[in-house]
């Protein structure tokens, strides 16, 4: 546990306490000075220790993060620790962004309000113009939310309402992912995370770029009115439709009056090389959701962006307006202008730009290892800087003598090499990557989009160095970690 006195705070005068002692509280710099075995104590007392247990396989619990900077974490051992793990997508500036930071110190100096409920909001107001800015056709309302899922479940509400229909269905693809609040968990894919809730039965689901499929839903049933999906599919590991798809899933939903809302809380905000991936199609979705990135690394931030049509056909009457209106958090003052900031910094540093050269540079250098370890990975996928890794499934292909020593691990692990590859990076090379749930032989590279053709460099100088090795010293250097 801690190895110092925990400091008690002063009390605010010498009068007598009336309410309740203090319990036992750690203050802030008792925070910040905690070792990392007591980190590891309190997460698995407090937080989740079957959490604690994946963390310690990888090797990431023995990383505390002292600071972060640009597209670096740096360890309680000065350890600057490459990340193109990008919390799958949150940190577009990188880690604390000093445009970014200073705007938010100016707005605490100058003592600026947060709640946006019994006063309109100018922070709010001037978000929501710029959503709108940034936003192709009539993607002009928008509906303020602090967390993707909170986001996508707006976003479903205003679809359901907006399409009429009184029994409404919704259409999701396989392998989607959407968020784990309980309505959009109807529409995302994984038993796991489905667990054994009772969830909105009213649902379709099919295969992710398949019109035909999609089309034999929409025309069997007259109750859909709303198709979801990912512009480019993040959990299901950096999947992509081409651009017939999207311009068929537009026409079905027009000619049926169906809602088509694009999930673009992964692949939007710049990633994909345009500020919403669906841009590459030429197509403009009636919903979209923004999360992660939006809050510029800083806050946690997310919008709904609906046309206005839709949004007023579901809420544009005094009658309807509160039925979803934002919540206690929705459009607080510091969060909007991060965001602010955040946007104007987008552009200003032509970050979208970034995103697509760079991406660009990545995918070719990826491509080239690629073809050096063609026994090792099967393909490279996706677009600006927004990139699936895959290895081929290792489980057959092992030699007999190394079967018992896999045996051996978690079954999160066998099979993949992607826990192997992703813990030994961090280890020996110091570079972070991000894993896949639903399949575990990808590794997601979604750095920052301020990432530069250095770290690129650094990045895959790491993974080639590491390929050399050969599978069988890359297992048996894993094995090695877990006795460690
Ligand atoms: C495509 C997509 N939609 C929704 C969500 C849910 O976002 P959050 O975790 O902020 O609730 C995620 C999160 O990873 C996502 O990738």
Redesign the pocket.
């Known amino acids: 546990m801690l190895d110092r006195p925990i400091t008690a705070s002063p009390s605010l005068d010498a009068a007598p306490r009336v309410g309740p002692p203090k319990p036992d509280l750690l203050t802030v710099e008792d925070a910040k000075a905690m070792d990392v075995g007591t980190m590891a104590d309190l997460f698995k007392h407090h937080v989740n220790p079957g959490q604690f247990h994946f963390m310690k396989l990888l090797g990431f619990h023995k990383v505390k993060v002292e600071r972060a900077e640009g597209m670096f974490y740096i360890d309680q051992n000065g350890r600057r620790i490459l990340d193109f793990f990008g919390g799958?997508?949150s940190l577009a500036f990188g880690h604390n962004h000093p445009r970014i930071v200073e705007a938010r110190k100016r707005f605490q100096d100058e003592k600026r309000h947060e709640i946006a409920i019994a006063f309109l909001s100018q922070y709010a107001s001037a978000l929501a113009k710029n959503v709108a800015a940034c936003s192709p056709g009539e993607l002009d309302m928008v509906f303020l939310g602090s967390?993707?899922?909170?986001?996508?479940e707006a976003a479903i509400k205003v679809a359901e309402r907006a399409s009429g229909r009184k029994n409404c269905k919704i259409v999701h693809a396989e392998n989607?992912?959407?968020?784990?609040?309980k309505g959009?968990l109807s529409i995302t894919d994984s038993p796991l995370y489905k667990g054994e809730f009772k969830l909105v039965d009213n649902t379709y689901r099919v295969p992710f770029g398949d019109l035909a499929a999609l089309t034999s839903v929409v025309r069997s049933d007259p109750d859909v009115g709303v198709v979801v999906l990912?512009t480019i599919?993040?959990?299901g590991g950096i999947i992509e439709a081409p651009t017939e798809y999207w311009q068929g899933v537009r026409a079905l939903c027009d000619q049926h009056k169906v809602i088509w809302v694009a999930?673009?809380?992964?692949?939007g905000y710049g990633r994909s090389g345009r500020f919403y991936a669906f841009e590459h199609h030429g197509v403009v979705p009636d919903v979209t959701?923004l999360?992660?990135s939006f809050g510029g690394g800083k806050a946690?931030m997310?919008a709904m962006i609906a046309k206005r049509d839709v949004y007023m056909r579901a809420y544009g009457t005094p009658k309807t307006a509160m039925i979803h209106a934002h919540a206690t958090f929705g459009g607080i003052g510091e969060g909007c202008i991060t965001s602010i900031e955040a946007l104007n910094t987008l552009y200003d540093e032509d970050l979208i730009g970034n995103a697509e050269v760079v991406g660009a540079y990545l995918k070719e250098r990826l491509q080239a290892i690629a073809e050096k370890y063609p026994s090792i990975i099967k393909e490279v996928r996706g677009r600006g800087l927004m990139v699936g890794l895959e290895f081929h499934d290792f489980s057959k292909t092992l030699p007999f003598a190394l079967r018992p020593v896999v045996a051996l691990l978690d079954d999160k692990l066998k099979g993949s090499l992607s826990g192997f590859i992703g813990a030994l990076l961090l280890k020996d090379y110091d570079c972070l990557v991000a894993f896949t749930e639903y399949n575990r032989n990808v590794i997601r590279l979604e750095p920052p989009l301020i990432c530069s053709h250095d770290n690129v460099d650094q990045f895959c100088d790491a993974l080639d160095d590491l390929l050399g090795r050969g599978i069988v010293s890359i297992v048996k250097d894993f094995v090695k970690t877990q006795m460690g």
Request: aromatic share 6%; with cysteine; proline share 0%.
């Open positions: 799958f997508g967390s993707g899922s909170e986001a996508m989607s992912f959407h968020g784990k609040t959009v990912e599919q993040g959990g999930d673009e809380v992964q692949c959701a999360a992660k946690a997310a």
